[in-house]
């Protein structure tokens, strides 16, 4: 089982829906989760970071962490078709250090105009 | 600069061939790390350098692949008799003392090894 897990996609939203993208971890003490997106040709990009269960919301942008079913998920309401772009998911675990982040290997999303 | 740079920007090169790429941090930022990233594919770890102490070299895939960072900023990895599977985008990305955990990426590197 892969540490991070994350729906290649592609994930296809009609513009200005909702576009949801989950992530699943296997490390039960980890602690710390990212987004990054990362358009294509580009580099990676923070865009949230979450470390409590719950929401956490910036922008058009919410994070949701469930530690006890171990997935995290975004939420982009109002896609734009800027939104179009490849979703990384991180998680670091409880005692490691800032190098064991340990990153899924994306979810390609589509907004359609 | 603001951001992180990195130089090449595009490395062609020949099976067996050395090859070196450099990464420049922000200012200021003390940790500093290589990934390497496969057309289609997430980030791989490659090795991690925070202040003095020595770096994490867990994720380095064989021993053709050292890096150094002098001086606390500048990095170079270093690719020895470099092999076709050694193709990929290298990342690099520092982070702050203030937040470790906070990456901030450069904009790569894409090595091609004929």
């Known amino acids: 089982q892969k540490e991070v897990e994350q729906n290649s996609g592609p994930l296809s939203v009609p513009e200005g829906a909702i576009a949801s993208l989950n992530c699943t971890y296997s490390?039960?003490?980890?602690?710390?989760f990212f987004w990054y997106r990362q358009y294509s040709g580009k580099s990676p990009e923070l865009i949230m970071s979450?470390?409590?269960?719950g929401d956490k919301e910036d922008g058009r942008f919410t994070a949701q962490l469930n530690k006890a079913s171990q997935y995290v998920s975004l939420l982009i309401r109002d896609s734009q078709p800027s939104d179009s772009a490849t979703y990384l998911c991180a998680v670091r675990g409880e005692y490691s250090s800032a190098s064991k982040i340990i990153f899924g290997s994306g979810t390609r999303l589509s907004i359609r105009p | 600069g603001a951001g992180v740079s990195q130089s090449p920007s595009n490395k062609v090169t020949e099976k067996g061939k050395d090859v070196e790429l450099r990464c420049d941090p922000i200012s200021g930022h003390t940790a500093l790390y290589w990934y390497r990233q496969s057309l289609g594919q997430g980030l791989e770890f490659l090795i991690y350098?925070?202040?003095?102490?020595?770096?994490?070299k867990s994720g380095l895939p064989s021993d053709r692949f050292s890096a150094e960072r002098t001086g606390g900023s500048v990095s170079t990895l270093t690719i020895q008799r470099t092999q076709q599977e050694d193709s990929a985008v290298y990342l690099c990305?520092?982070?702050?003392?203030?937040?470790?955990?906070?990456?901030?990426f450069g904009p790569g590197t894409r090595l091609t090894v004929l």
């Open positions: 350098f925070q202040g003095n102490s020595a770096p994490d």
């Open positions: 990305a520092s982070s702050s003392p203030m937040d470790l955990y906070e990456q901030f």
């Open positions: 979450i470390y409590s269960n």
């Open positions: 490390d039960r003490v980890s602690q710390s």
